[in-house]
Each structure stands twice: as C-alpha cells, then as structure tokens.
Nanobody, 116 residues
Framework: QVQLVESGGGLVQSGGSLRLSCAAS????????MGWYRQAPGKQRVLVAR???????NYADSVKGRFTISRDKAKNTVTLQMNSLKPEDTALYYC??????????WGQGTQVIVSS
C-alpha cells in the first residue's frame, strides 16, 4: 500500500517562507493528480494546491500568488513552496491524490505555525 510522508513544517514568523515535501513509497506521483491539503484547528481539511500529471497547477484563492506546488516524478516527491506566510496559514498540511483515494491512507501531516 502507498505510504505518504510529509515533512518540512515548522514555526515561522509572518512573511516568512517554508518548503514542504511529500514522499510516496510507491510510484503513484507520475500518473495521478496530487494535491496539498491543510486542516486548521477546528476546521475541515481543504485542498489548497493541486498539480496534474501534466504539471498543470491550480490554487485556492487564499494561497494564490504565495504558494507554488511542484513535483519530481523521478524522485516520487511533491513539494509546496510557501512564501509570504500569514498567521491564517497555520494548519496541519497533508499531501494526497486529488481526489483522495480509498486505497491510500493519509499521512501524519506536517505542522505549520505562523506567528504574527
């Protein structure tokens, strides 16, 4: 079964940057649409960035112009570059397919905390 492992989160001041990475144990990234999701305390998990197998990208309005999603098919990784971070970006960040698949478990996520 495919395992997803997110990393790169941390504590950063408002206006700062972080780079999140997602690694998969299986070679799924090259053929499926992948996305980064986030879940803030007390809120539902939402999709914030997505990338197709053809590298077309799309972003939620809340992160457009600040976040960039990319993928390395050879390394089986998906990356989220986050710039100009705001306190409202504070959340647990996950990667998964778009839409999420029943045969792929959610990873542990990586925590992002943005201080004002």
């Amino acid at each position: 079964q495919v395992q997803l492992v997110e990393s790169g989160g941390g504590l950063v001041q408002s206006g700062g940057s972080l780079r999140l990475s997602c690694a998969a144990s299986g070679s799924i990234f090259s053929t499926v649409e992948m996305g980064w999701y986030r879940q803030a305390p007390g809120k539902q998990r939402v999709l914030v960035a997505r990338i197709t197998s053809g590298d077309y990208t799309n972003y939620a309005d809340s992160v457009k112009g600040r976040f960039t999603i990319s993928r390395d098919k050879a390394k089986n990784t998906v990356t989220l570059q986050m710039n100009s971070l705001k306190p409202e970006d504070t959340a647990l960040y996950y990667c998964n397919t778009v839409p999420p698949r029943d045969d792929i478990n959610w990873g542990q996520g990586t925590q992002v905390i943005v201080s004002s």
